[in-house]
């Protein structure tokens, strides 16, 4: 499929990067219709930015010497995190003075100049949390700073902060959706993906000069300061490693006898499958479906009626001798033996009746305070940070960002707590 891209010129569209900065705040203070000169727009079809693809080695040179002159890059990545058992970096995009630079991770490339010269950049990126986890997952990358557009989106109140939306929004372009669920992966990497990944990065600077202006205008810069240092921090501890109790998924706690047991096999014959497979968890099957076997073996059902009801859908031929195998081996393990829980995060412990008055008090002037501003209440608090309120109200500080503790501080239930 192609892309509709709507735009007056490439460089209105491509806004600035903060090479230079200006010497006054004035640039942060103007208005949104004076930064994205976007008026009168006429659709240009099938249209696709020009992109380097970086695939061999001595391609790499023309990026590198570019980041040298920059210091700041608006970045994306694309992953296989929906086709393969262990997800992997397959695609990073760069918009670095004025050009867009797509790099091949998965070719044979030697990236380590890349990370030195990329890990004092400030970046521009947009729902930035699973990228810096996955690149500090590959090479233990650490940004040096950044503008996450998503999160300035919700510091702003928007109802829809995914990019497509915000794209389509304020620059009338709209994004091939099939790009979503590609699978990064495979090779070559098709004219139409390339050229989805290039808009994916080419629109970031003028996106961030518009969000900025209308934070500044709000008082808000600070705000989206905090949330993104903490962002950083965040990616710099990539994804959880494996845990003995990851199985203990959904409604698990409800189960106390062999149901435990039976889940606790198929959970693992799930993960056996799925690296033997390599594919990710998921399209061997769901959740709710190991959930459902093991309730049913909670219930006393036997082997043969359990497996009766369990259907893996195109691959059950193939899997059903394997899913049975696992079945029996927890219908014949005594539950006693299986890994324990750990002992309960005291900040996850249940409240008493006194806290749990004490946390509605909470919500309720989080959710006043919410609607004055036009946010989203979690952003303001979340659910498990206002049970830790509830419980340390002492520790606001430690559990919450600045502004957002600067914003509770004031509330009546604290006030008076």
Same mark, same amino acid.
């Given at each position: ?128 949390? +699973? @990228?810096?986890? =996955?690149?500090?997952? #590959?090479? $233990?990358? !650490?940004?040096? &700073? /950044? +503008? @996450?557009?998503? =999160?300035?989106?919700? #510091?702003? $109140?928007? !109802?829809?902060? &995914? /990019? ?14 099939? &790009? ?238």
């Amino acid at each position: 499929m192609g892309h509709i891209l709507v735009q007056k010129s490439q460089k209105s569209v491509a806004g600035r990067l903060d090479n230079s900065a200006p010497a006054d705040d004035s640039f942060l203070t103007a208005p949104a219709e004076a930064i994205c000169f976007f008026l009168d727009f006429q659709p240009v079809l099938n249209s696709s930015p020009t992109h380097h693809l970086i695939d061999q080695p001595e391609q790499l040179s023309p990026l590198l010497a570019a980041l040298d002159r920059v210091s700041e890059v608006a970045l994306d990545t694309e992953a296989d995190n929906l086709f393969h058992y262990r997800t992997r970096v397959c695609l990073l995009q760069f918009f670095v003075a004025g050009e867009i630079h797509l790099v091949d991770v998965l070719a044979p490339l030697e990236l380590a100049p890349l990370w030195q010269r990329l890990a004092p950049k400030h970046l521009v990126m947009h729902g930035s949390d +699973f @990228d810096l986890r =996955l690149l500090h997952d #590959l090479c $233990g990358f !650490t940004a040096g &700073g /950044l +503008f @996450d557009t998503m =999160l300035a989106a919700q #510091l702003l $109140g928007r !109802t829809r902060i &995914g /990019l497509a939306s915000l794209l389509e929004q304020h620059f009338g372009v709209t994004l091939d959706k099939d &790009g979503q669920k590609a699978n990064w992966s495979r090779r070559p990497i098709s004219a139409d993906l390339l050229a989805y990944a290039a808009l994916d990065v080419l629109h970031l600077p003028a996106l961030r000069d518009i969000l900025r202006a209308e934070l500044a205008a709000l008082g808000r810069l600070e705000w989206l300061d905090q949330q993104c240092q903490r962002q950083i921090a965040a990616g710099t501890d990539g994804f959880a490693p494996p845990d003995e109790n990851d199985w203990r998924i959904g409604r698990s706690e409800r189960l106390r006898g062999r149901g435990l047991a039976v889940l606790h096999a198929v959970w693992h014959w799930r993960e056996a499958t799925a690296r033997r497979l390599d594919v990710p968890p998921f399209k061997v099957c769901g959740n709710e479906f190991l959930l459902k076997v093991a309730e049913s073996a909670e219930r006393g059902a036997a082997a043969t009626a359990i497996l009766a009801d369990a259907h893996l859908g195109k691959r059950h031929t193939m899997l059903a001798s394997s899913l049975a195998e696992a079945v029996h081996a927890g219908l014949a393990r005594d539950p006693h033996t299986l890994p324990r829980r750990r002992g309960r995060n005291g900040d996850f412990s249940p409240l008493t009746a006194e806290e749990i008055a004490f946390q509605d008090a909470l919500k309720a002037d989080r959710d006043r305070v919410a609607a004055q501003l036009q946010l989203d209440p979690t952003l303001i608090a979340n659910r498990a940070q206002l049970a830790q309120l509830a419980r340390a109200p002492a520790r606001l500080t430690e559990i919450l960002l600045p502004w957002q503790a600067g914003l509770m501080r004031q509330t009546p239930a604290l006030q008076q707590g």
